[in-house]
């Protein structure tokens, strides 16, 4: 049963620590993207990639997050420095986008339940 | 700005009845709509997709319309059970893979539903 992965599931840290987050999506998806989820803004996209390189992220604050795909198999999501604003459910989706489509749904993660405290 | 509202408020149904959620969008113009299902502490499943030039689509107890005009989603469960009680999740989706870009949803905020015995 196929399915996205994500660790850690939860982290507690304290304001100015590094954060790294992983994704592992599902084999086959070419398409992978990152998102954050909060009470008052819901699910916001914070970047997304493509075949490994990355397609947009206008919706992360550049300053301090960055995220890669070293790999296919891996994404990561990185915090540095960590603010207490940042508390939040961070969630990694894959998908199969396809030139013609039809468009596909995406594959959600878990999760990661970030505390910055 | 692009704007997409869903009910904020939960919606508590009785058991057996059709529960209908409303997504309403402005400044946008989708070439699909997709429907998600969230459960606490778990990430968004996928449960419909429909094309903006597709007026319904059925899938078992689910039934979503998407009127372009009105610029609205109805999501309907019918007969619907305790274990459809969940946070329901509409993303609009502008169909960029032909200009190069992914499947790169935007999320409504979600409608809770209750479904009572």
């Known amino acids: 049963d196929a399915r996205v992965t994500q660790t850690p599931r939860h982290k507690v840290t304290e304001m100015g620590q590094e954060v790294t987050m992983r994704c592992q999506p599902i084999?086959?998806?070419?398409?992978v993207f990152w998102y954050r989820q909060t009470m008052m803004q819901g699910l916001e996209l914070l970047a997304y990639?493509?075949?490994?390189?990355?397609?947009?992220d206008s919706g992360m604050p550049k300053d301090r997050f960055s995220a890669e795909m070293p790999d296919a198999t891996l994404a990561t999501l990185k915090i540095q420095p960590s603010e207490p604003r940042d508390s939040a459910v961070y969630f990694c989706?894959?998908?199969?986008?396809?030139?013609?489509?039809?468009?596909?749904?995406?594959?959600f993660g878990p999760g990661t339940r970030l505390t910055v405290l | 700005s692009q704007k997409i509202e869903q009910n904020s408020e939960a919606l508590n149904i009785q058991e057996g009845k059709t529960a209908t959620l409303t997504c309403n969008y402005t400044?946008?113009?989708?070439?699909?709509l997709q429907w998600y299902r969230q459960d606490p502490g778990r990430g968004p499943v996928f449960l419909l997709l429909?094309?903006?030039?597709?007026k319904e689509k059925r899938k078992e107890r689910l039934k979503v319309t998407f009127d372009t005009t009105l610029k609205q989603s109805l999501f309907h469960i019918t007969a619907s059970q305790p274990a459809d009680s969940a946070t329901y999740l509409c993303?609009?989706?502008?169909?960029?893979?032909?200009?190069?870009?992914?499947?790169?949803?935007?999320f409504g905020t979600g409608t809770q539903l209750k479904v009572e015995l």
């Open positions: 993303a609009l989706d502008r169909g960029e893979e032909l200009t190069g870009g992914g499947n790169k949803l935007t």
């Open positions: 429909i094309r903006e030039n597709e």
């Open positions: 400044n946008y113009s989708p070439a699909y």
């Open positions: 989706a894959s998908g199969l986008t396809l030139l013609r489509g039809p468009n596909h749904e995406q594959f």
């Open positions: 990639f493509r075949n490994r390189a990355p397609l947009d």
């Open positions: 084999l086959g998806h070419n398409t």
